[in-house]
């Protein structure tokens, strides 16, 4: 079975301070790894990916996750917040090789970036 | 807008009504998925289709009933709902199943009365 952990319901952040939303996950076999972001009254939007390579990915807004094999998390970072990040973000996670091809998604962590 | 178009954005319904959700996609991608999005809980994954055939029943209820009669559209029926079935449904493509960058639409708020 896979799956992913969002910790945190909410984090709070001031605008110009670095963010970090955490996310772990439980796969068998090597895992593709996505953050999404959802804004109020939208569907999610893909933000970034992880599949092979690099640790650090890179993806749109500024946002950057880092996958951590050993502590199994891709937890999602920004080094200054902006007020208009503040939305829901997912994290989602699917074998690479074996098992079940469709995503699994977290339940989501609240950004809200204060002015 | 992500090219994924879902009517109507919002539906409230009886018990013992009859309806249906739809799923337009402009992208010429070849799978779709329905998903359930309740408050404070992971996205619940339904039904998915893959070249218009179901290739995922996430265990769903017989009141929920999906169709694909193409690659560009998708629907949900739905019949004597209960009303911890309201939620946010969501619809999303993707080019291929295979392919987990998926565009989603703007949902469907349901409230079942």
């Known amino acids: 079975a896979q799956s992913v952990a969002q910790p945190e319901d909410q984090v709070n952040v001031a605008e110009g301070n670095p963010l970090t939303v955490k996310c772990t996950y439980s796969?068998?076999?090597?895992?593709?790894l996505f953050w999404y972001v959802q804004y109020p009254n939208r569907g999610l939007q893909f933000l970034l990916k992880?599949?092979?390579?690099?640790?650090l990915v890179k993806g749109s807004y500024g946002f950057e996750a880092e996958f951590n094999k050993s502590q199994t998390s891709f937890h999602l970072k920004k080094p200054s917040a902006l007020v208009s990040d503040s939305a829901l973000y997912f994290c989602?996670?699917?074998?690479?090789?074996?098992?079940?091809?469709?995503?699994?998604f977290g339940s989501g962590t609240r950004l809200q970036v204060q002015p | 807008e992500t090219g994924v178009t879902q009517t109507p954005r919002h539906l409230v319904m009886g018990m013992t009504n009859k309806k249906s959700l739809k799923c337009e996609q402009h992208?010429?991608?070849?799978?779709m998925y329905w998903y359930k999005q309740s408050a404070k809980k992971p996205l619940e994954l339904m039904f998915v289709?893959?070249?218009?055939?179901?290739?995922e029943n996430n265990s769903v209820p017989s009141r929920f009933s999906p169709e694909c009669p193409n690659s560009s559209h998708l629907f949900l029926h739905l019949h004597t709902l209960q009303p911890e079935d309201s939620a946010l449904y969501l619809c999303?493509?993707?080019?291929?199943?295979?392919?987990?960058?998926?565009?989603f639409g703007a949902g469907t708020r349901l409230s079942v009365l």
């Open positions: 992880y599949i092979t390579g690099d640790n």
């Open positions: 796969v068998s076999g090597n895992p593709y």
């Open positions: 989602a996670v699917r074998a690479f090789d074996t098992g079940r091809r469709a995503l699994t």
């Open positions: 289709y893959n070249f218009k055939e179901q290739t």
């Open positions: 992208l010429g991608h070849n799978a």
């Open positions: 999303a493509s993707s080019q291929e199943e295979q392919e987990n960058i998926q565009y």
